[in-house]
């Protein structure tokens, strides 16, 4: 069960509102590397989790908290979208935040939710349900998990750079510190784990394996293969075997299918004409 | 910002697992009528609001109380893929409840989540921002969110109907009378507004409407019409007029639009064949 | 079976074309709160009604009068992507439409319809189906259709400030003048129904309901609660019961999934480390 | 503007009702090949259209015939769904309908769309608007029309094959008719354009091509090339070329993007370690 | 199988980059029309071939050939994204790239993928795999595969009208030229099929058909039908029938469901209010 | 540029044909895990990459091996829609096939691909662009491919449980060898990075960060926090800090949105009734 506090987790203020940059934000609300996507993947995780009660706890803590930096980034786009009132026009528009949103924002943000965030990303795609990860193996959703902060950080950088606006570079600070220190838990998880969790999932019996090439790196191109770097020689990173490198070859037949005609319902036979209808046709027509 | 509690909002247990309500559930949490999009559309509300603050504190409370609604029902889909051991086999699977799940439920349960919880519906299609309405305008909103708690409430009792399971019943029961409270709720908003708020938004000066045409059932079919119902004859619901009934005819005329050749860069420009290409291929070829 | 007539069903003229503008119009056109999805959620609704003829009549007529408003505004995009010879140059590009359409308007106007409108949002999002919601019970449905009127109204005098071309403001004001009626018209529906249909679905016994919650506001933040709202006390709105107020109280208990080791098929089970890898690692280092 | 007859284009007759073929009708009401997206696509194809008025015409009227089918085919699944009371029970439903639902059906035409049809495909996955392709060039649109239809027929051939029920039978007879009727329709005015419009758009001028590469055909496997195909050798299918062979060769250099460095505000710069810290890592603590 | 030439198919150079053409690009690259999806219909078309080894070799070798316009493509955005260092500043953003690409071009080429392109199309909606049709039938995928290729033909000439840069419009012309011969090689292989493959699936026994429609125009609105158009009279393009024209009537009768009391557990039945509560309500209140 | 070879990486060979274990395999087809993902994941990493060659030369290699794990998958799904003869009759189908792929299966299997695979997950969703990430950092993109690899693995791990197909068993098998592989090849890179890359991006001035909170465990919630967990004490994973604990308390004040009245042409005003509309009608009917 969950609580609300009316006060934000942290600071939010505009001091230059800027429609263009509410729709920037939009990513870090329900884009693909964006909050909500931490938010319901963290508490996911922790509803499905089945293992030691304190991974379960992490999870949930962090998932709740990163509701609230949802809350603090919806409150900074319907800052940015206020007031724009001394702002030149644009687009013909007799409106200033009209012309203003519509050269650069979002044009939602005006049509749909009425000077509002959205639950989509700087482009107005919708959140998609599908992002938000859980195996439901401790490594390889710490390791998702890692990934999430990781793109959500870098992110969190860019609309750093992108503002001016002091009052949105501090709350990106706080964020990016955040960030910092989620990616920091998730990695401290898997250092937890034998092997740091490699290679997920760690029990599945590694002797199932086709063995020959768990641990050789393929070449299917031209380009240069340097001998000496950490993936083509010496001991892999789980320590069960010695990277290596190998030459792609086919190491299968060629595919063979039934033909059409071995199921006839599904009306694939092809029916081929004598010679060709319209060859025909043009040798016809061409004196 | 947020707090959780690790205490579930209301009890959920599972007597028998049964992995086809498992996916029939996740209706219930990814779906367009589930927890997840009420969640999502109340606390985006609240976030958005900005009129007084008793709408927009009822709005956050509702919204916090749905995560909890989430949690339970992640709870329940988890529980109901436990345990299914006894279960004849079903599709020749040697595993039994990879045999029930096959059968009938959702094979991402297993596959993707490893026996929990998707941000998905009962098909396995992902939660859809878009589905997460909020206008800003309070009318408007609030029978938005009336419309979820219908749709959530009906879902509700066909899971109710669907399961023999005493704890999902009781689960049910339980969401199935505080989607009657938030029903009752969200409309309880509505009477505080002149009108019920109608037409929504009900600050569009309605002088600037084609009045003519504001009160009038257009007939578009040759179904009867009853000239004594409701919406055909007597004060209209918002009491600003007298609902009509009209036979419909355009009003408008045939559309004109510019031809390909005034945009010769679109390359919309048709070439025509002198007498069709293929049937003088044909005359040709026929004898 | 459906007819078409070649006039409109209201006059359509643009007299300044504005590609941003037929931008903005498509959000009425394939948007969540567009006509599209008004149209298909009518149709889809009366052919799936079971209920009385009159009812059935009414979804249809009023789901074939929304097939022409979609062409209307299809029209409407068309004339507004059209001629745009005089316009100032922008993003250095070297035809004016280009240009135009490249600074606020939606570039697939141009690349993808050959200017046209397209099935899609003000931000090209593509209609979706799930956004047609039809659950066959009447109220619920019938609020689903004053939501979707309610923000379409709302959409339709968003566009309507949004221009100054009288052509574009009289469609916009007949369109309006048309969710008028509609959203009095799904509304009186409501009104032939016990109790306003509520809460939706009328014949869910409630005594199976948790009735203890059907009419509790739960607090679940510390807001300020007024204790004399419609929603906090008096009599509910579908007059079954009393609003009062509750203090949010976990009533469930903690929740307890079987360990990952109960189904080690799935392979989530963890092979923790001794000490933890990169800790070992780190203090080796660590002078 | 459209008008409604409440009679059915063709006769729907259900002997036996079958919830899993009225799942698989689904296909041809929501999928990507069905009556849904051929009809949005030519009734948006006319709307858009800029050319003859024959043509626009056309699609109109073709575009109309099919919202007609989307009705038959929702009325089909609503009745498939109808009176499922003598069949056995499966999955341990106690309600014969549910339990043949979820059993090979789509549980969501009982939780969400109350025995009805829905905008979806056979897997419940949303219609989507992109499917429904306009590019304002007639001959590029005309090849996308009869690629709707072919698909289309394919589909309804295959529901054909897989009913028993005569009244189904006779339904979809009808349609594959319809479907016949539409592909030589469309391929029809195909004829009337010069070159059967190829390549589309007719009116770029092929000059402007790199010429050299417009009709060979490029080798980019060890597959066998037949010499003498309609594709490999002889006159052009738009006459305006010969067709050859050639094996493909890299005609382009290695692309040469700027560094990290040049954008550092991008936070994409590379911070290496000197020998890499978990190699060191692991040769300390390796004795 | 597959292997990797670091060298580019064709060269790729930008003189002048430009944000918002990089943006266009999207659309070749993840649009319904560009050339991920062409790429990856005809190699999944050419796995799950059944006929002869000629077209299944045929597909997957223009499959293989279109991973490597992807290649070009995304090297052409990433391009276009570099060194607008002299670019005028506007939406008073302090760096010129920022500004450039918040002013019409993609926020997330910045935000999301630093400098690089996505699998998206030119409104950052994502690349949908429901684009990739393929039947099993051939002549209903060459269908499928001209229109394609004709709509990307389309797109890449808009593409080539809107940039003057030399560097990409040499680019474009060669994608045109392999347009141009993709859409005559498919198109070819209809050639090679009785009839052009028409109707698809050719194999159906169209005395199955309901064949009085066959061949039918239905004229469904008040439009001109010229009597010797190409698909109004003559023989049809399949050499099966002859085309005319038929009135549009309909031939079904009114649907006829079951009632919501068949089924009461969906919870679809109606309980109407004698007189209706609003209307009593009002009259009440009215003076 | 690319070139395809025949024969495929490895075996794929199908004893029993299992039209419901086709239906899963799609899940590493199309799915958010599958090797559509990774592949068109790594490609564009690859092509967008800006720095040292052997970093995009390693991504293009292994993206080039992928695609022929999504050939080798398709051919799979392919192999076991075949043959159904001697299966039992399930829902009644007359035919075996029919009958085997509606009861467990994907019907699209049928329906839309002839017996072939899809671009679609185990439920059917269409493959999603917007699952392959590239944020242009290294760091942040070789954690996202870790993820990608052990999502896949997983996956993997469980088809191969559910499967007694020994060639299907071997070609799992060989799939999860090369996720071994794959897992250890990107987090190879990351150990050549500083500090593994933590915290990504690694070029942001971690003094612009609100430090205080940079490696503190916000507690938002009443579960037991341990404090000897690797993530709440001890130095940071990235070496640059001290984990500790902090009970969560807001540090933000109470939003402060300006009101509807502020911008009323968005049309957001309330108008409230005196006393309410519903309330007095209710007790004027009230006895």
Redesign the interface.
């Given at each position: 069960?969950?609580?609300?506090?009316?006060?934000?987790?942290?600071?939010?203020r505009v001091e230059k509102p800027?429609p263009?940059f509410a729709?920037?934000l939009q990513?870090a609300i329900?884009?693909?590397?964006g909050e909500?996507r931490v938010c319901?993947q963290y508490?996911?995780q922790g509803?499905?989790?089945?293992?030691?009660?304190?991974y379960?706890?992490?999870l949930?803590?962090?998932?709740?908290?990163e509701?609230?930096h949802?809350?603090?980034l919806?409150?900074a786009v319907?800052?940015n979208l206020?007031?724009a009132t001394e702002q030149e026009q644009?687009?013909?528009?007799?409106?200033p935040?009209?012309g203003a949103v519509?050269?650069?924002g979002?044009?939602?943000h005006?049509?749909?939710?009425?000077?509002?965030?959205?639950?989509?990303?700087?482009?107005?795609?919708?959140?998609?349900?599908?992002?938000?990860?859980?195996?439901?193996?401790?490594?390889?959703d710490m390791?998702?998990n890692?990934?999430a902060?990781?793109?959500g950080?870098?992110?969190a950088?860019?609309?750093?750079?992108?503002t001016?606006d002091p009052g949105m570079k501090?709350m990106l600070?706080?964020l990016?510190?955040?960030?910092?220190?989620h990616?920091?838990?998730w990695?401290?998880?898997?250092?937890?784990?034998?092997?740091?969790?490699?290679?997920?999932?760690?029990?599945?019996p590694?002797s199932?394996?086709?063995?020959?090439?768990?641990?050789?790196?393929?070449?299917?191109?031209?380009?240069?293969?340097?001998d000496d770097?950490?993936?083509t020689s010496?001991?892999?990173?789980?320590?069960h075997?010695q990277?290596s490198v190998r030459q792609?070859e086919?190491?299968?037949?060629?595919?063979d299918?039934?033909?059409?005609e071995?199921?006839?319902?599904?009306?694939?036979?092809?029916?081929?004409?004598e010679g060709?209808?319209?060859?025909?046709?043009?040798d016809?027509?061409t004196p």
């Open positions: 069960m969950f609580r609300h506090t009316k006060q934000l987790a942290y600071k939010v800027d263009t729709r920037a990513q329900g884009g693909v590397e909500g319901l508490l996911m509803w499905n989790f089945r293992g030691p009660a304190r379960k706890d992490m949930l803590n962090t998932g709740t908290e509701i609230g949802i809350e603090m919806a409150t319907a800052l206020e007031g644009v687009n013909g528009a007799s409106n935040l009209v519509m050269d650069g979002d044009p939602r005006l049509l749909s939710a009425g000077m509002g965030a959205m639950l989509s990303d700087a482009n107005g795609v919708p959140f998609n349900g599908s992002w938000c990860v859980g195996t439901g193996n401790l490594a390889a390791h998702s890692v990934t902060e990781g793109g950080r870098v992110l950088t860019r609309l750093w750079e992108m001016d501090d600070s706080f990016i510190a955040r960030d910092t220190m990616q920091n838990q990695m401290a998880v898997l250092e937890e784990l034998k092997d740091m969790g490699m290679p997920a999932p760690q029990d599945f590694q199932e394996e086709v063995q020959d090439h768990s641990y050789e790196f393929f070449v299917h191109s031209d380009g240069e293969i340097p770097a950490r993936w010496g001991p892999s990173v789980d320590s075997g990277f792609a086919p190491m299968g037949g060629i595919p299918l039934a033909p059409p071995a199921a006839p319902e599904m009306h694939n036979t092809i029916v081929q004409a060709g209808f319209l060859r025909k046709a043009k016809a027509i």
